[in-house]
């Protein structure tokens, strides 16, 4: 039902901006993130969205409708609060039943409907408890399921995984997906954890100080960071920047582009040659030349550490001049430490950052 | 869509209102009354005269008030220093003595208790104890000790501050029990862990966690000792002689005893002087 | 450098109406030098283990060795052991320099011994630039940092860590797990590390224990943890995502044996009759393979439809349904595989392993 | 057993007898015939030493003495009454509009003035207003002053109380559908019903233990126990034993009520 339409949305709280000239449109019956690490003013943006605070300058709309300055209860919207925010004093039929009762259903009605949802979330067996008898992840499900009973069209999550155990996690956000489907809902979860985004959301806003920087499909953020912030942030093992000392510009449409302890050769392009860059390359990207076959780039380095996840290893790597790299191999990988070994990667898979963090390029785009 | 916002700015007004109404219902009047009284001489017979600042004046060459302003402070100092002393020691003692932890949450429950009745019911209840034929000089009998004149001019100010410090060790006892238990026991494993002496944990882990709370007490001890009179009221009057006249005592006499009024309010909007920027310490403290 | 020994302990809390089996008759022994990890979900008993190894915790039964000693009833103080807490515990108005230094100060070493120390182990962390700050004015990471440093200067016979990183952010958490694991192949300690993560765990520890309900599950190298679980709650809970779990029944056709489920699903475990016939054989298996192991594309022999996509960094997890069971296979990007698209897969069968399917435990 | 723990249980013993054995000595008292009061040696133990008589107790029931107790607390609780619900709108104005216009920290610090004002400094021009008005030593006058004195005492409690109420139940409320007010009625005032008790209790125990005001804003007509207590010295013959009985009388709520509300012990007396 509801498309979300943020027009230049801005909160200043004590004359400190929280949220800065925000604008967003949310598609309809979609999985969308509000990503950012703590303190990037995606709490309170949610807030706004809901209607539990007002904003200072800008305009909310719900389906072309203004609601900027509606009340929660006007808007259908839902949140699931980070803490829970379930009323201890009643128990969790009655926090379920809380949105039902202010619409004066009658209570065979409310009871109905109550049951139907809780059977759905499997916490039926738990609806005579109180808060403080329910474990995390219990409590999690009442809160949804508090949420799923106000019939509302838009729900918040508001970093509904933090609080749960590492494998809980897993689980929640299973169910999470499975709701977003069955129900057709529209969810909108904030989170500061890019696995969340990852794995659930279909389109994603990244934001950092009150500010949204990117936003686009899991691919788009991935493929094309705005920025080397974005790029890092966004992705299972931190993304490698490494500075560039030198552009040489070569014969025959070509340019060498060196670091401190290797280099590499790029198609022609006038941006690099003018401006003072950085690449980024993610650990995925990374190859051990020996199993994988020499690449288009290789170069050695010495292994610092090994770290095995599973299937996967995490391997620490010293190209020397104070030089470090990262990269991230999908198979098992034991060696000592010290060894040196061979070390690829694919020019077309780089990021191309400007000195100040901006991407300009893909390393993809100078092949074209 | 208007009524939305209206009653979002004006509901925190509406309550706050009655508060309001009803505070300055008095002290609407009370304040500017006080303020003009002290401006102003009750003579008999002829009501209030107006005499400028004279009875500020009388505050300053008014030999009484000297001593009374040294009483007051070696009163609410010595008090203030000996409670809060006393309350660490015994609020640490308690930590150190007792493992089992409902045992020791009960004992200090029981050191509590003392806090719990007001000013007028300690001096009344000492009464009892410190009167001349009272039980502690019917003890100092039994052991053959010479018995003490509690209440006479010599004690009768150190009678005070003990009955004040059987009441009131409780409060930084209280606080300063709280800064301690809420000290993770992690850092006494730590400490015992880094094997260090009983001193050096004390420096390091208990002190800065407490201090705190010290400090708070001080300052609430100094200036609730100055606030009440009541116990100076019922167990010596000020007396014998001067013996135990602090100001504010000095301030219930004028208005009460000698019906100065002009100078009775002059002193107390001195005072109020002294104990607003005393609060206002204590408000900065607390924030 | 210390062996230690945990003899049957256990450690009951709280009184007659209200027990709590924090630590059940367990018994471990940490060899000479050895990162061995504690893994497993909160309230475990990982943690009271750890407590009862540095003597903050008396066993209600067991005893504890440390070599041959029976240091059971030994202060804190007495065993010698470092130990870094999940919130970085130190002392507030001191300097780092006074915080690292306090513990050599009260050993009555002398004062140039102890600066050279300090500035030693602030070197090997790096944090000499913080020494003469006072700990609230630093980030949690460099707090656990001076952590680290204090354990460094002395010379304790075991380092215990208690979830240091969790409260940390992503990023310190993989410097420091870094700095962790190189303190411990420079110094080889033996070293026990508490956490739930099994990430680190796996990199960190030479050797794991997964502990659930106060008892050990296995205890073993990482490796072998990772592929031979002991039971299907390790196999869930190592791995990312935890492995998958097929309910099947055997059935045998002739000189075949097949497991297959009521949906349809058959898979052919031939090979591994001789050691199910050894078993009796069992009637009802749990199929385990990790997600990783699916092997997707030409050459498949069974059809799966996959019904959802999930990207995590450049790996794809599947969610493809096989007959009437979900089934999770992990995998690079490059996959072009739509919702919908029937896929051939193979399950491995160098790769699988059969638990009992009532208790859980491993056959094959 | 090392010195210092030795030291400490040395301590906590002392203190202990230091703090039990007045109230222990206030409670015989009021047991004792009048003669056995003051002896020497001191009579101790009841039964043993004396035999105890409620002679102190039918002269507090049954002479004006007793009048004066349900003066008390007649007074207190008409005070608190009066008090209560101002005290509930303030405490959730401060707590929850921190930044509204009333409600500036400045506003707060008026109150805690309030607070600290000391009695004595004040209680010549009260008298003077009520006497102005004609209303000098009556119930109205006293229950007046009572209520604007207690007002910020009970704001500073019971905004602690509801400082530690999460904000999120509300927002959590509103999300589904209610009201400002029935928010506060089903969910904000159930919440804090055991902070409101306790501010209550300690809002009564400061009113009915309270003695400047009463002594000079009343005293005449309208005596209250405490003023009553001390008036006992100026007999010809001091009832001591009566002092005994009403001292352990007057001790009685504040015990009941410093044990009913232990759990908030810090919160509370720290407001006091």
Same mark, same amino acid.
């Given at each position: 039902?509801?498309?979300?339409?943020?027009?230049?949305?801005?909160?200043?709280?004590?004359?400190?901006?929280?949220?800065?000239?925000?604008?967003?449109?949310?598609?309809?019956?979609?999985?969308?993130?509000?990503?950012?690490?703590?303190?990037?003013?995606?709490?309170?943006?949610?807030?706004?969205?809901?209607?539990?605070?007002?904003?200072?300058?800008?305009?909310?709309?719900?389906?072309?409708?203004?609601?900027?300055?509606?009340?929660?209860?006007?808007?259908?919207?839902?949140?699931?609060?980070?803490?829970?925010?379930?009323?201890?004093?009643?128990?969790?039929?009655?926090?379920?039943?809380?949105?039902?009762?202010?619409?004066?259903?009658?209570?065979?009605?409310?009871?109905?409907?109550?049951?139907?949802?809780?059977?759905?979330?499997?916490?039926?067996?738990?609806?005579?408890?109180?808060?403080?008898?329910?474990?995390?992840?219990?409590?999690?499900?009442?809160?949804?399921?508090?949420?799923?009973?106000?019939?509302?069209?838009?729900?918040?999550?508001?970093?509904?995984?933090?609080?749960?155990?590492?494998?809980?996690?897993?689980?929640?956000?299973?169910?999470?997906?499975?709701?977003?489907?069955?129900?057709?809902?529209?969810?909108?979860?904030?989170?500061?954890?890019?696995?969340?985004?990852?794995?659930?959301?279909?389109?994603?806003?990244?934001?950092?100080?009150?500010?949204?920087?990117?936003?686009?499909?899991?691919?788009?953020?991935?493929?094309?960071?705005?920025?080397?912030?974005?790029?890092?942030?966004?992705?299972?093992?931190?993304?490698?920047?490494?500075?560039?000392?030198?552009?040489?510009?070569?014969?025959?449409?070509?340019?060498?582009?060196?670091?401190?302890?290797?280099?590499?050769?790029?198609?022609?392009?006038?941006?690099?040659?003018?401006?003072?860059?950085?690449?980024?390359?993610?650990?995925?990207?990374?190859?051990?030349?020996?199993?994988?076959?020499?690449?288009?780039?290789?170069?050695?380095?010495?292994?610092?550490?090994?770290?095995?996840?599973?299937?996967?290893?995490?391997?620490?790597?010293?190209?020397?001049?104070?030089?470090?790299?990262?990269?991230?191999?999908?198979?098992?990988?034991?060696?000592?430490?010290?060894?040196?070994?061979?070390?690829?990667?694919?020019?077309?898979?780089?990021?191309?950052?400007?000195?100040?963090?901006?991407?300009?390029?893909?390393?993809?785009?100078?092949?074209? | 869509?208007?009524?939305?916002?209206?009653?979002?700015?004006?509901?925190?007004?509406?309550?706050?209102?009655?508060?309001?109404?009803?505070?300055?219902?008095?002290?609407?009047?009370?304040?500017?009354?006080?303020?003009?009284?002290?401006?102003?001489?009750?003579?008999?017979?002829?009501?209030?005269?107006?005499?400028?600042?004279?009875?500020?004046?009388?505050?300053?060459?008014?030999?009484?008030?000297?001593?009374?302003?040294?009483?007051?402070?070696?009163?609410?100092?010595?008090?203030?220093?000996?409670?809060?002393?006393?309350?660490?020691?015994?609020?640490?003692?308690?930590?150190?003595?007792?493992?089992?932890?409902?045992?020791?949450?009960?004992?200090?429950?029981?050191?509590?208790?003392?806090?719990?009745?007001?000013?007028?019911?300690?001096?009344?209840?000492?009464?009892?104890?410190?009167?001349?034929?009272?039980?502690?000089?019917?003890?100092?009998?039994?052991?053959?000790?010479?018995?003490?004149?509690?209440?006479?001019?010599?004690?009768?100010?150190?009678?005070?501050?003990?009955?004040?410090?059987?009441?009131?060790?409780?409060?930084?006892?209280?606080?300063?029990?709280?800064?301690?238990?809420?000290?993770?026991?992690?850092?006494?494993?730590?400490?015992?862990?880094?094997?260090?002496?009983?001193?050096?944990?004390?420096?390091?882990?208990?002190?800065?966690?407490?201090?705190?709370?010290?400090?708070?007490?001080?300052?609430?001890?100094?200036?609730?000792?100055?606030?009440?009179?009541?116990?100076?009221?019922?167990?010596?009057?000020?007396?014998?002689?001067?013996?135990?006249?602090?100001?504010?005592?000095?301030?219930?006499?004028?208005?009460?005893?000698?019906?100065?009024?002009?100078?009775?309010?002059?002193?107390?909007?001195?005072?109020?002087?002294?104990?607003?920027?005393?609060?206002?310490?204590?408000?900065?403290?607390?924030? | 450098?210390?062996?230690?020994?945990?003899?049957?302990?256990?450690?009951?809390?709280?009184?007659?109406?209200?027990?709590?089996?924090?630590?059940?008759?367990?018994?471990?022994?940490?060899?000479?030098?050895?990162?061995?990890?504690?893994?497993?979900?909160?309230?475990?008993?990982?943690?009271?283990?750890?407590?009862?190894?540095?003597?903050?915790?008396?066993?209600?039964?067991?005893?504890?060795?440390?070599?041959?000693?029976?240091?059971?009833?030994?202060?804190?103080?007495?065993?010698?052991?470092?130990?870094?807490?999940?919130?970085?515990?130190?002392?507030?108005?001191?300097?780092?320099?006074?915080?690292?230094?306090?513990? $050599? =100060?009260?050993?009555?070493?002398?004062?140039?011994?102890?600066?050279? @120390?300090?500035?030693?182990? #602030? +070197?090997? *962390?790096? /944090?000499?630039?913080?020494?003469?700050?006072?700990?609230?004015?630093?980030?949690?990471?460099?707090?656990?940092?001076?952590?680290?440093?204090?354990?460094?200067?002395?010379?304790?016979?075991?380092?215990?860590?208690?979830?240091?990183?969790?409260?940390?952010?992503?990023?310190?958490?993989?410097?420091?797990?870094?700095?962790?694991?190189?303190?411990?192949?420079? $110094? =080889?300690?033996?070293?026990?590390?508490?956490?739930?993560?099994?990430? @680190?765990?796996?990199?960190? #520890? +030479?050797? *794991?224990? /997964?502990?659930?309900?106060?008892?050990?599950?296995?205890?073993?190298?990482?490796?072998?943890?990772?592929?031979?679980?002991?039971?299907?709650?390790?196999?869930?809970?190592?791995?990312?995502?935890?492995?998958?779990?097929?309910?099947?029944?055997?059935?045998?056709?002739?000189?075949?044996?097949?497991?297959?489920?009521?949906?349809?699903?058959?898979?052919?475990?031939?090979?591994?009759?001789?050691?199910?016939?050894?078993?009796?054989?069992?009637?009802?298996?749990?199929?385990?393979?990790?997600?990783?192991?699916?092997?997707?594309?030409?050459?498949?022999?069974?059809?799966?439809?996959?019904?959802?996509?999930?990207?995590?960094?450049?790996?794809?997890?599947?969610?493809?349904?096989?007959?009437?069971?979900?089934?999770?296979?992990?995998?690079?990007?490059?996959?072009?595989?739509?919702?919908?698209?029937?896929?051939?897969?193979?399950?491995?069968?160098?790769?699988?392993?059969?638990?009992?399917?009532?208790?859980?435990?491993?056959?094959? | 057993?090392?010195?210092?723990?030795?030291?400490?249980?040395?301590?906590?013993?002392?203190?202990?007898?230091?703090?039990?054995?007045?109230?222990?000595?206030?409670?015989?008292?009021?047991?004792?015939?009048?003669?056995?009061?003051?002896?020497?040696?001191?009579?101790?133990?009841?039964?043993?030493?004396?035999?105890?008589?409620?002679?102190?107790?039918?002269?507090?029931?049954?002479?004006?003495?007793?009048?004066?107790?349900?003066?008390?607390?007649?007074?207190?609780?008409?005070?608190?009454?009066?008090?209560?619900?101002?005290?509930?709108?303030?405490?959730?104005?401060?707590?929850?509009?921190?930044?509204?216009?009333?409600?500036?920290?400045?506003?707060?610090?008026?109150?805690?003035?309030?607070?600290?004002?000391?009695?004595?400094?004040?209680?010549?021009?009260?008298?003077?207003?009520?006497?102005?008005?004609?209303?000098?030593?009556?119930?109205?006058?006293?229950?007046?002053?009572?209520?604007?004195?207690?007002?910020?005492?009970?704001?500073?409690?019971?905004?602690?109380?509801?400082?530690?109420?999460?904000?999120?139940?509300?927002?959590?409320?509103?999300?589904?559908?209610?009201?400002?007010?029935?928010?506060?009625?089903?969910?904000?005032?159930?919440?804090?019903?055991?902070?409101?008790?306790?501010?209550?209790?300690?809002?009564?125990?400061?009113?009915?233990?309270?003695?400047?005001?009463?002594?000079?804003?009343?005293?005449?007509?309208?005596?209250?126990?405490?003023?009553?207590?001390?008036?006992?010295?100026?007999?010809?013959?001091?009832?001591?034993?009566?002092?005994?009985?009403?001292?352990?009388?007057?001790?009685?709520?504040?015990?009941?009520?410093?044990?009913?509300?232990?759990?908030?012990?810090?919160?509370?007396?720290?407001?006091?």
């Amino acid at each position: 039902m509801p498309e979300i339409k943020l027009e230049k949305v801005t909160k200043t709280i004590n004359e400190k901006p929280i949220v800065q000239e925000v604008s967003l449109e949310i598609p309809n019956k979609s999985f969308y993130c509000i990503l950012g690490p703590p303190g990037s003013g995606k709490t309170m943006l949610m807030r706004l969205i809901a209607g539990l605070e007002a904003p200072d300058e800008g305009k909310i709309l719900f389906d072309e409708k203004d609601v900027t300055n509606l009340g929660p209860a006007e808007r259908n919207v839902a949140i699931v609060f980070q803490d829970f925010a379930l009323y201890p004093h009643l128990t969790a039929f009655d926090n379920i039943a809380s949105p039902l009762k202010v619409k004066k259903l009658p209570m065979n009605e409310i009871k109905k409907k109550v049951e139907e949802i809780a059977k759905y979330l499997k916490i039926d067996h738990r609806l005579t408890h109180f808060p403080a008898e329910l474990s995390g992840g219990e409590l999690q499900r009442v809160a949804i399921a508090r949420a799923l009973a106000k019939g509302a069209e838009v729900i918040l999550l508001d970093e509904p995984l933090v609080r749960l155990d590492y494998k809980i996690r897993e689980n929640m956000r299973e169910e999470l997906y499975k709701l977003q489907k069955e129900m057709g809902k529209n969810i909108i979860l904030i989170s500061s954890d890019p696995i969340d985004a990852m794995s659930l959301a279909e389109k994603i806003a990244v934001m950092k100080s009150g500010k949204v920087i990117q936003t686009g499909t899991r691919e788009e953020i991935y493929e094309r960071p705005a920025n080397i912030f974005v790029g890092r942030y966004f992705g299972t093992v931190e993304m490698n920047i490494l500075d560039i000392d030198k552009v040489v510009s070569k014969d025959a449409g070509k340019i060498i582009i060196k670091t401190k302890s290797f280099e590499m050769e790029l198609p022609f392009c006038k941006k690099l040659v003018e401006e003072k860059i950085k690449i980024g390359i993610r650990a995925e990207h990374l190859f051990i030349t020996e199993l994988s076959g020499p690449m288009d780039v290789n170069f050695e380095a010495k292994i610092m550490l090994t770290e095995v996840i599973g299937s996967d290893t995490i391997i620490h790597l010293d190209l020397g001049l104070n030089e470090t790299l990262r990269a991230s191999v999908p198979i098992i990988y034991r060696r000592k430490i010290g060894e040196k070994i061979r070390i690829g990667f694919d020019p077309r898979k780089i990021y191309i950052f400007s000195s100040n963090g901006e991407l300009l390029a893909r390393g993809s785009d100078l092949y074209d | 869509m208007a009524s939305e916002k209206k009653t979002k700015t004006s509901l925190p007004i509406f309550l706050q209102l009655p508060a309001t109404i009803i505070i300055w219902s008095l002290v609407g009047y009370v304040l500017p009354y006080l303020i003009y009284l002290s401006f102003n001489k009750n003579i008999p017979g002829k009501g209030l005269v107006f005499v400028g600042i004279e009875n500020y004046y009388k505050f300053l060459i008014d030999p009484r008030v000297y001593g009374d302003l040294f009483r007051t402070i070696y009163y609410s100092g010595l008090g203030t220093i000996i409670e809060v002393i006393l309350g660490m020691v015994i609020a640490l003692a308690i930590t150190n003595a007792i493992k089992n932890e409902r045992i020791r949450y009960m004992v200090f429950l029981l050191f509590l208790i003392p806090m719990s009745f007001s000013e007028a019911i300690v001096a009344n209840m000492w009464l009892l104890l410190v009167t001349p034929v009272g039980y502690i000089n019917s003890f100092l009998k039994v052991l053959n000790l010479p018995t003490i004149s509690w209440l006479g001019s010599d004690m009768a100010l150190t009678t005070i501050i003990i009955s004040d410090v059987w009441q009131w060790t409780s409060l930084p006892l209280l606080l300063i029990y709280a800064a301690r238990s809420s000290i993770s026991k992690e850092f006494y494993d730590m400490a015992d862990l880094d094997k260090l002496s009983s001193w050096q944990t004390f420096r390091v882990v208990t002190w800065p966690h407490i201090k705190w709370a010290v400090a708070v007490s001080i300052l609430l001890r100094f200036i609730f000792m100055n606030i009440y009179i009541d116990k100076i009221f019922i167990l010596t009057y000020g007396g014998p002689g001067f013996a135990t006249e602090t100001l504010g005592f000095y301030i219930f006499l004028q208005a009460f005893q000698y019906g100065a009024y002009g100078y009775a309010a002059a002193l107390s909007i001195i005072t109020l002087l002294i104990v607003g920027i005393l609060t206002y310490i204590f408000w900065k403290f607390m924030r | 450098m210390t062996r230690v020994f945990l003899d049957h302990i256990t450690k009951v809390y709280g009184d007659k109406k209200k027990r709590v089996l924090a630590v059940n008759d367990l018994t471990l022994e940490i060899p000479e030098g050895t990162f061995v990890g504690l893994l497993g979900p909160s309230g475990c008993g990982k943690t009271t283990t750890l407590k009862i190894i540095a003597g903050f915790e008396k066993p209600t039964k067991g005893r504890i060795y440390f070599d041959d000693e029976d240091v059971t009833n030994w202060e804190p103080r007495r065993r010698n052991v470092a130990m870094v807490f999940q919130f970085p515990i130190l002392y507030p108005t001191v300097t780092v320099y006074e915080n690292i230094a306090l513990p $050599l =100060k009260a050993a009555k070493f002398s004062e140039s011994m102890i600066r050279e @120390e300090v500035r030693k182990a #602030a +070197e090997i *962390i790096g /944090i000499t630039e913080y020494l003469n700050t006072k700990p609230p004015k630093l980030d949690l990471a460099t707090r656990q940092k001076v952590i680290l440093a204090k354990t460094l200067v002395r010379t304790p016979t075991i380092f215990l860590l208690d979830e240091p990183l969790t409260i940390l952010d992503p990023k310190a958490r993989v410097e420091l797990r870094t700095k962790i694991k190189e303190i411990q192949i420079g $110094l =080889k300690k033996s070293m026990v590390y508490v956490t739930h993560d099994q990430t @680190e765990a796996l990199t960190l #520890a +030479e050797k *794991i224990a /997964i502990m659930n309900e106060g008892k050990i599950l296995q205890y073993d190298t990482p490796e072998n943890i990772y592929n031979k679980p002991n039971n299907t709650f390790i196999a869930w809970f190592i791995g990312n995502p935890g492995m998958n779990h097929i309910e099947c029944n055997v059935s045998k056709e002739g000189d075949k044996m097949y497991l297959i489920t009521e949906g349809g699903f058959k898979y052919d475990v031939t090979f591994l009759a001789n050691e199910l016939e050894k078993l009796g054989p069992p009637q009802n298996v749990i199929l385990g393979i990790r997600p990783e192991h699916v092997q997707i594309g030409i050459g498949g022999d069974m059809k799966a439809e996959c019904i959802r996509i999930e990207h995590i960094g450049d790996r794809i997890i599947l969610h493809l349904k096989l007959y009437d069971k979900i089934l999770r296979a992990k995998t690079l990007t490059g996959i072009t595989v739509k919702p919908g698209d029937i896929v051939p897969i193979t399950l491995p069968k160098e790769k699988i392993m059969l638990f009992d399917a009532t208790t859980g435990s491993l056959l094959i | 057993m090392n010195l210092v723990r030795i030291i400490s249980i040395i301590i906590v013993i002392i203190w202990g007898i230091f703090s039990i054995s007045p109230l222990y000595i206030v409670v015989i008292s009021g047991f004792k015939e009048l003669n056995d009061v003051f002896t020497v040696p001191p009579k101790l133990i009841p039964f043993i030493d004396f035999q105890p008589s409620l002679e102190a107790y039918y002269k507090v029931f049954y002479t004006e003495i007793g009048q004066t107790f349900i003066t008390s607390l007649v007074i207190a609780i008409a005070a608190t009454v009066i008090t209560l619900p101002v005290v509930i709108f303030s405490a959730y104005g401060f707590s929850r509009f921190p930044r509204a216009a009333m409600n500036d920290p400045r506003s707060f610090f008026i109150l805690l003035t309030l607070r600290m004002t000391p009695p004595f400094a004040v209680v010549l021009p009260i008298l003077l207003y009520w006497s102005s008005l004609g209303l000098i030593d009556t119930y109205p006058a006293l229950i007046w002053t009572y209520t604007v004195f207690s007002i910020p005492l009970g704001v500073w409690i019971l905004k602690g109380f509801i400082d530690s109420i999460p904000g999120r139940l509300e927002d959590a409320a509103r999300v589904d559908g209610y009201n400002f007010a029935s928010t506060f009625i089903k969910f904000v005032l159930p919440l804090m019903a055991s902070g409101l008790a306790a501010t209550i209790a300690l809002v009564w125990l400061f009113l009915w233990n309270e003695f400047l005001f009463a002594l000079k804003i009343a005293g005449g007509n309208v005596v209250t126990y405490t003023v009553k207590l001390p008036q006992l010295r100026h007999a010809e013959r001091i009832m001591w034993n009566v002092y005994g009985a009403m001292g352990t009388i007057s001790i009685i709520p504040p015990m009941i009520i410093f044990l009913a509300f232990r759990r908030y012990i810090t919160k509370l007396y720290l407001a006091r």
